[in-house]
């Protein structure tokens, strides 16, 4: 253990300020963030404090913790971290991760974080230039994450937008149709036809339904009792393409489904929020299940297996989802029918392969970033007590890392 180091309590060196109730933040960017028990929840367009920050959770079953450079607001189901010393607030925001906020509940209906409760909690705190140093090693590995997120975001919305162009506004048609460049390389603008047919579509395409391109729910052999991989609504995300989280489960009844597929919501509010993904971390033959609260898709041949993923992030595909759902309040599901019952128009075989080519290397670069993202937050969470406690110390950040 670090000998420099100054044993204390919380209540010594910080206080937790009370957030404010906000009626008027906005999912739009705007120039403050604001957070809420379990993280951001939107903006606005004026901050409480400038940043840095670290916000604290404080009503609630979870009780996150977040850092922020920017300017922020916190509601009144979280504080704000206040700095009674030189305290690097990096640090204090891992610090407060290794402590786990969940662990302080004064017992109460409603699980909550108290000021005094808190403030009575130990910690081992170093000299600032320690607490600069193990900041450093632990955001740069949340850095690259981060990095990795933005890559993997931007990829995903070039291959969204090519779809949309393609396929919903017929970009490349209309443009010759007009006698104007697509933009396109010459071999890939002269698969798409220079005018629209009768029916509105692409000359020599077609209008077809879900069920003509993709399998609903295929059906799967999973033998019961058998561990086998599984995935939970709360893994899916809202957005971007991989999961939160799998494991390993006996299997009983379920969604099965393979790599490649997608898994869409079918339940309120987690449709309407956006939860869908696509299967990227199984072996070729493996099968995997999860709860009958998500619909599992599956491309048909010549159909691209991401297809299916980019029609299901489609606004109007899942307005149409939304729009069908049944049920008593709080219950809603979609049918099955109605994913399968969504027309849209098909083009030429020639046509799915030329975009095959252009958007299957961009998720396999997406699910590239997420699998290092998931090594670097492994080593994160293994760095972060040992730092945190002293038992490692930090010898030359930049150079040599950590080392005991």
């Not at 396929?167 to 443009?175: G, I, K, Q, R, Y």
């Not at 709860?291 to 606004?315: G, K």
Request: hydrophobic share 40%.
């Amino acid at each position: 253990m670090a000998g420099d180091w100054t044993a204390t309590k919380w209540g010594e060196i910080a206080t937790l300020a009370y957030g404010k109730a906000l009626s008027g933040y906005s999912k739009a960017y705007g120039s403050a963030r604001v957070y809420g028990t379990n993280g951001p929840i939107g903006w606005h367009d004026e901050a409480r404090w400038d940043g840095p920050g670290v916000i604290v959770g404080r009503k609630g079953a979870y009780r996150g913790v977040h850092y922020t450079t920017g300017p922020y607001w916190v509601i009144d189901t979280a504080y704000s971290l206040r700095p009674k010393v030189d305290l690097s607030l990096r640090w204090a925001y891992y610090q407060l991760k290794y402590l786990d906020v969940n662990n302080i509940d004064d017992g109460s209906p409603i699980p909550s974080t108290t000021r005094d409760a808190f403030y009575a909690q130990d910690l081992l705190l170093p000299p600032r230039e320690d607490q600069d140093r193990i900041a450093e090693v632990l955001s740069s590995l949340d850095d690259k994450v981060e990095l990795n997120l933005c890559t993997a975001a931007t990829l995903e919305k070039m291959a969204q937008a090519l779809f949309k162009s393609w396929f919903v506004d017929f970009d490349p048609v209309s443009a010759k149709a007009e006698g104007h460049p697509t933009g396109l390389p010459d071999a890939t603008t002269a698969l798409f036809p220079e005018r629209f047919g009768e029916d509105g579509l692409p000359e020599g395409w077609r209008l077809g339904s879900v069920a003509d391109i993709i399998e609903v729910n295929p059906s799967l052999s999973l033998k019961a009792g058998t561990p086998a991989t599984y995935v939970d609504m709360a893994s899916l995300p809202t957005s971007g393409p991989s999961v939160s989280g799998f494991i390993s489960r006996e299997t009983s009844s379920g969604s099965r489904f393979q790599q490649g597929d997608t898994l869409v919501a079918r339940i309120t509010p987690c449709l309407e929020n956006g939860k869908t993904a696509l299967v990227d971390f199984l072996d070729d033959q493996e099968v995997g299940w999860g709860s009958t609260e998500f619909i599992v898709l599956r491309a048909r041949a010549p159909m691209s297996h991401v297809w299916p993923y980019l029609l299901a992030r489609d606004d109007a595909f899942r307005a149409h989802l939304i729009a069908a759902m049944t049920g008593s309040s709080g219950r809603q599901r979609v049918p099955h029918s109605a994913v399968a019952a969504w027309e849209m128009a098909l083009p030429p075989a020639r046509v799915l392969a030329a975009f095959a080519a252009e958007v299957e290397p961009l998720f396999e670069r997406i699910s590239a970033l997420n699998a290092e993202s998931t090594t670097l937050r492994a080593l994160r969470d293994t760095l972060l007590p040992k730092l945190i406690s002293g038992e490692l110390r930090i010898k030359d950040v930049g150079a040599t890392g950590v080392a005991a």
